[in-house]
């Protein structure tokens, strides 16, 4: 491969998913290195004034500041909207300033949003309080109930936001009804698809506009760096998100791009070999757990529609032990699975949300998205499936189950 050809749409855009996965974005310097160097710059040099004023006028190409393009992040951010099928993507600095500036960045006030009820605590603070604050109205809805996103849509919506496979739930967004029901009303979709990644699903494939991600999660996926992703547009990333960006600043750092660059190479494996033994620990629990919320298996009642959008169904899943003591006895006595509330690890991670990840929310809007107080979400690792079905059968027989 040339130096170059990694950045080459003409070229890569003609590879094959693992291959654009481990040498899509790949630029190398005049050293021609094998591993993608890391610019660990604030700035830059010109060699006269005249060409300053060329690059800030965008006349000439090349880096301005570190805020705008750094030769690192433009390599991830390269490869990310590759995998996605996407002409452009812009990084952040975590996850939620991904989720922010993707929603922040087009609406204003008198704008309207309508917004999945199931989704991760942090993303329904930006729809229950943050939002409003700025004069955005807002209306949260059952993902699953196809005719209620219809029916929340006002002259002034602008923007479906959501989450599928949602977090922690694992509630399931038909993707195809509705970004097709917002093209045909004019209203942009913003998707955020870090349960899956492009490895196991492609929301633009049906018609989403915009897909967001917390990098931090599978595409890293070691539990290193904190990152996150916007994906859509050339036009739309350089018109609308690119602006609030600029002058924002949520960029990543470029050590943290070039560690979730180099994840990326083994995305897809871990990806699926995470999917299959989270449905095979699934399968062993499903008969003495009171509720399971495991897209990947069959009492799940959008199971087939998970099938159906995604190559496979993913690592995570919950399950509901009916009270706080049982969840919280359950996770003492793991010994192998870690308790974080993390996911996408290639560790096996298992939190209670209800104290952790959404421990924000008002105990009705827990309610309202079903978080109750005996769920555990669990993210399924690349450990042996026999030492995980052991660890979780010793937990379950603590708990009387």
Not at 75 to 84: D, G, K, Q, S, V
Not at 215 to 222: F, N, S, V, Y
Request: hydrophobic fraction near 45%; include cysteine; glycine fraction near 8%.
């Amino acid at each position: 491969m040339k130096k170059t050809t990694g950045m080459d749409r003409s070229v890569t855009s003609q590879w094959r998913a693992a291959t654009q996965a481990v040498r899509g974005g790949t630029w190398r310097s005049e050293h021609g290195e094998t591993s993608e160097a890391m610019f660990l710059t604030s700035g830059y040099t010109y060699d006269n004034a005249a060409e300053v004023a060329a690059r800030f006028a965008g006349e000439a190409e090349g880096m301005t500041y570190s805020r705008l393009q750094n030769p690192t992040v433009a390599m991830l951010e390269e490869r990310i909207a590759l995998m996605e099928g996407a002409e452009a993507c812009r990084v952040q600095a975590s996850g939620m300033a991904a989720m922010t500036a993707a929603l922040l960045c087009q609406l204003s006030a008198g704008d309207h949003c309508v917004a999945a009820r199931a989704a991760f605590g942090s993303c329904r603070w930006l729809v229950d309080h943050l939002l409003p604050r700025f004069g955005i109205e807002t209306t949260v809805v059952d993902s699953a109930d196809n005719d209620a996103w219809e029916a929340a849509i006002r002259p002034n919506t602008k923007v479906f936001f959501f989450e599928t496979p949602a977090n922690p739930t694992l509630d399931i967004v038909d993707l195809q009804h509705v970004c097709d029901l917002a093209k045909a009303h004019g209203i942009t979709t913003v998707v955020d698809n870090a349960f899956a990644t492009a490895a196991l699903q492609k929301p633009m494939d049906y018609g989403a506009d915009v897909v967001a991600y917390s990098a931090t999660k599978l595409m890293d996926g070691q539990g290193r760096v904190l990152a996150g992703a916007v994906c859509g547009t050339k036009q739309w990333i350089d018109e609308v998100l690119l602006p609030f960006q600029r002058n924002t600043g949520p960029n990543l750092s470029p050590f943290n791009a070039w560690v979730v660059h180099k994840g990326l190479e083994t995305l897809s494996l871990r990806a699926f070999r995470q999917s299959e033994n989270a449905v095979m620990l699934g399968r062993m629990m499903e008969p003495r757990v009171p509720r399971m919320l495991h897209p990947g298996l069959d009492s799940h009642p959008r199971h087939a529609l998970a099938l159906e959008q995604m190559r496979a169904t993913g690592p995570i899943f919950a399950f509901d032990l009916e009270s706080r003591e049982k969840a919280h006895a359950l996770l003492d006595a793991l010994q192998l699975i870690d308790l974080s509330n993390n996911i996408g690890d290639s560790r096996s991670l298992a939190c209670h949300p209800a104290s952790t990840t959404h421990a924000g929310m008002s105990e009705e809007a827990r309610a309202e998205m079903g978080v109750t107080e005996g769920l555990v979400r669990i993210n399924v690792g690349l450990e042996d499936i026999e030492d995980l079905r052991e660890d979780m059968d010793r937990a379950l027989k603590a708990v009387g189950l």
